[in-house]
């Protein structure tokens, strides 16, 4: 599997750019690097409120939340939530927290 | 995100209608099959336009769909239709460029020898066959999709240049149970099947999977959350009750670490006697027939043959107008099962949860013999 390199820190990602290691593995410069993957130009609160939502849910449960949990509990709408991550919150939010690759036929 | 242009749909349907066909909308008053793959219909204002459909591979590339539109170019002002059986229609409006229109069809041919535009697929004969990735794109495959229906369609090409059948006999195939277009609702259909359970990979598997999705994806309920020690480090994983695996691969769908796919396990089931039109009867969905053939690659022998020894069986036994699951209904499946000469075996009886309503709760059966197959 791919390693990439940011800022000093390696990354075991698999081919589509997810982080192979986990939540073990996730850290700050993760963040930053998946940032300028994506094109946002800066991390607001909202974001990070997205990822906070995303990550706790997952210790809690072992699963992603469904798009309508994470609706319901960050309060932002599916459109606010493309606008804050443009592949939206699989490909683009659930990569920058760390989850795993979302599976099923998508 | 700059000057991206989204939610526009596809473009509006009626800009690509032939001039004869925006013009009669609505007004067809009728049509009748001329030659196998030749259409004619009669609009009301007095217009009539042929119609030549071709087989295709469904899988093609750009100069593949180049020389299609040459043709369309050529004969039929650049019009030119798909079906929803993927086979592809030229609309012509006169019979002198008809003529013309098939020869130059006929005409064409790949280096190997296989035919590029195959007339025929109308009527009550066997038309393209409904198909998936298979080995050229998919992941959770048992068996190739392509390689199959070229091999089937090769040794039933008579039946798609002609309309000698009791009724149309519609061929699906699927390469795994997630049964992607119609196996679970056609005449005939050839399906992927696996025959033993995943493996597992505990060393990434929590890593890259989400348990309680890989546990809700089991329909029997033969997986369970585990942990196990690896260089001493716990890890959380799960294990799978072998005796409760029916290897659909679901849980490999959910879980890249629980891969299934086996070179001498996998092999295709074939099964019968679905429809989904609703013409004298109800829809039906396909049964199981065969459980299991082996993967034979390139030609699939074993596979070719069977389908045509049902096809051949049910030609010679049903009445007109007879799907092949109207028949099977009609003399009963223990008589399908003697005539096209198929060993019954336990597999093919249903256990799965609803199954009580499958099985035979009533004195009425014929006495058949039990078939033994070299």
Redesign the interface.
């Known amino acids: 599997m791919p390693v990439v390199e940011y800022k000093g820190k390696k990354f075991e990602v698999d081919e589509d750019g997810f982080l192979l290691g986990g939540l073990d593995a996730w850290c700050m410069e993760w963040v930053e690097y998946v940032k300028q993957l994506e094109g946002i130009e800066e991390l607001t609160d909202e974001h990070w409120k997205v990822i906070k939502v995303l990550q706790d849910y997952y210790k809690k449960n072992g699963v992603a939340p469904m798009v309508r949990v994470l609706s319901k509990v960050t309060g932002y709408p599916l459109k606010k939530i493309y606008e804050l991550f443009p592949s939206g919150p699989g490909k683009g939010a659930c990569k920058m927290a760390g989850l795993p690759k979302p599976t099923g036929c998508v | 995100?700059e000057n991206r242009i989204t939610d526009i749909g596809p473009p509006y349907y009626a800009q690509f209608f032939p001039p004869v066909i925006k013009k009669n909308y609505g007004k067809w008053k009728s049509h009748e099959i001329i030659e196998p793959g030749v259409l004619k219909y009669t609009s009301e204002t007095g217009d009539v336009v042929y119609v030549v459909r071709v087989g295709t591979p469904r899988l093609a590339t750009t100069d593949y769909i180049r020389e299609v539109c040459e043709i369309a170019d050529k004969y039929c002002d650049g019009y030119v239709r798909w079906t929803t059986r993927n086979n592809i229609e030229f609309h012509v409006t006169d019979e002198e460029t008809l003529r013309a229109l098939k020869e130059d069809l006929k005409s064409r041919k790949h280096p190997g020898g296989s035919y590029k535009f195959p007339i025929g697929g109308t009527g009550a004969g066997v038309t393209n066959i409904v198909h998936t990735q298979g080995w050229v794109h998919c992941h959770t495959p048992a068996i190739d999709a392509s390689g199959i229906v070229k091999a089937v369609m090769d040794d039933l090409i008579d039946y798609f240049e002609s309309m000698t059948l009791p009724a149309q006999v519609r061929i699906a195939l699927a390469c795994c149970l997630?049964m992607c277009g119609a196996v679970h609702c056609s005449d005939i259909a050839i399906l992927g099947i696996h025959r033993k359970p995943p493996l597992i990979e505990d060393d990434?598997l929590?890593?890259?999977?989400?348990?309680?999705?890989v546990l809700a994806s089991c329909p029997t309920g033969a997986i369970k959350p585990a942990t196990v020690e690896i260089d001493g480090k716990k890890k959380k994983t799960v294990r799978v009750q072998e005796s409760r695996c029916m290897f659909c691969g679901n849980c490999y769908?959910?879980?890249?670490a629980m891969p299934i796919a086996d070179g001498e396990g996998d092999g295709v089931a074939i099964l019968v006697g679905g429809k989904i039109s609703n013409r004298v009867s109800a829809p039906k969905f396909s049964k199981l027939v065969i459980p299991y053939i082996p993967n034979e690659p390139p030609r699939w022998e074993t596979t070719v043959k069977w389908v045509r020894k049902i096809l051949e069986t049910y030609a010679k036994h049903a009445r007109k107008y007879e799907r092949v699951g109207e028949w099977a209904e009609r003399i009963g499946w223990e008589r399908f099962f003697e005539l096209c000469e198929i060993p019954f075996s336990s597999k093919t009886m249903d256990d799965y949860r609803l199954a009580y309503d499958t099985y035979r709760t009533s004195m009425h059966f014929r006495f058949t013999s039990h078939v033994d197959i070299k």
């Open positions: 995100m997630n990434r929590e890593y890259v999977c989400e348990i309680p999705l769908t959910m879980c890249p």
